[in-house]
């Protein structure tokens, strides 16, 4: 009878935390009030291998607006940057092009182009890397690499 009893309180204690696992899974999920993220594209390489294009997107995922946003692309090594979309400058003494939005609300989504030029007799790989800043509030700042 002992052993019954020690039983039932084992299948009672794993019935309970099957219980609250389940209730957890099922709580909505919490989101930030302001979530961007951007993403790259396969790179596009002309059939010369002479021009690189690299389409980009930007999307803030929060449930709330994003203020003074500044994505940030680097290309390494250096090389000729020809042409940009969106609301972007070229820095091009540093290969640096600078995207900023004054606001992206919930759910907003952009895109743009960063076109280069490869020289001939480049060796190795050309790399782009980005990193995007945001307030998510006057108040409070976030970002995310």
């Known amino acids: ?15 309970a935390l099957l219980a609250s696992f389940a209730a957890a899974q099922a709580a909505p999920s919490v989101r930030a009030p302001a979530d961007v993220r951007f993403q790259y594209d396969p790179p596009e390489i002309s059939e010369a291998g002479d021009h690189v294009t690299w389409h980009w997107t930007v999307v803030n995922s929060g ?10 692309h680097t290309v390494t090594p250096q090389v000729p940057i020809t042409h940009v979309t ?11 092009v600078r995207c900023t939005w004054e606001q992206l609300g919930a759910g907003q989504r952009t895109d743009g182009t960063i076109d280069a030029d490869l020289p001939e007799g480049l060796s190795g790989s050309v790399r782009i890397k980005g990193r995007v800043v945001f307030q998510e509030s006057p108040s409070g700042t976030s970002a995310a690499e």
């Open 1 to 15: 009878m002992k052993r019954l009893c020690g039983a039932t309180i084992v299948v009672a204690t794993a019935m």
């Open 63 to 72: 449930i709330g607006a994003a203020h003074k946003v500044v994505l940030t």
């Open 86 to 96: 969106g609301p972007c400058t070229t820095d091009e003494a540093r290969a640096v």
